[in-house]
């Protein structure tokens, strides 16, 4: 059963500052997303990663894929207050099976 | 107009009503899939439909029933709900199911609370 895992699961950091979330998962896989919630809404996808040393950017945010080290991260840069939100990392098995989700990370960035 | 839309937004019943929840796509996509959010744990797969045709139950309680009566619509029929039960329920569709590397479309969501 694949596992998939998140860290931290909640952070509160400061406007300005850089931060970096870890996105941990059991089984071969090299189809990783990342998505963010803000609350009472849908899901919005950010990153589809496809490949091993895929790297994406959009804006303050990067996410890469390690898939030899089975990790992903999504790394935060000179964090604003509208990147507050819950983002998930989800896994695609390489056999193309389920989307297997993250607990989510709760972000706080604060002035 | 949001490409995927679920109905209703919040919903109350009691154990023994029965209701039904829905969700619309306006992406043109082929797949489309059920999942239950509950606080403090990850998205719960609970179906999925690929062109009509239910590919997916992740053994899921019979009380949870889908219909899928064309690839731009999705429901869940709810019938003696347990209150462990209530959480947030979230439509998605993607253009096909697994293995083609394509992001899942996702609802707001509806919320439901078991009395």
């Known amino acids: 059963e694949l596992k998939v895992e998140q860290n931290p699961l909640f952070l509160s950091m400061q406007e300005g500052k850089n931060y970096t979330i870890y996105c941990n998962y059991s089984?071969?896989?090299?189809?990783l997303y990342w998505y963010r919630q803000d609350p009472g809404k849908s899901l919005e996808s950010l990153f589809v990663?496809?490949?091993?040393?895929a790297v994406k950017q959009e804006g303050r945010l990067m996410a890469s894929l390690d898939t030899k080290a089975r990790l992903s991260t999504l790394h935060i840069t000179a964090a604003v207050h509208d990147l507050s939100a819950t983002y998930f990392c989800a896994v695609e098995e390489t056999s193309g099976s389920r989307l297997t989700f993250g607990e989510g990370t709760q972000l706080t960035v604060n002035p | 107009e949001t490409g995927v839309t679920q109905t209703p937004r919040h919903l109350v019943m009691g154990m023994t009503n029965k209701k039904s929840l829905k969700c619309e796509q306006h992406l043109g996509h082929n797949a489309m899939y059920w999942y239950k959010q509950s606080a403090k744990k990850p998205l719960e797969l609970m179906f999925v439909?690929?062109?009509?045709?239910q590919t997916e139950n992740n053994s899921v309680p019979s009380r949870f029933s889908p219909e899928c009566p064309n690839s731009s619509h999705l429901f869940l029929h709810l019938h003696t709900l347990q209150p462990e039960d209530s959480a947030l329920y979230l439509c998605a569709s993607s253009q096909e199911s697994w293995g083609f590397g394509q992001p899942q479309h996702f609802g707001d969501g509806t919320r439901l609370s078991i009395l």
């Open positions: 990663l496809l490949s091993n040393g």
């Open positions: 439909y690929n062109f009509k045709e």
């Open positions: 089984t071969t896989s090299d189809r």
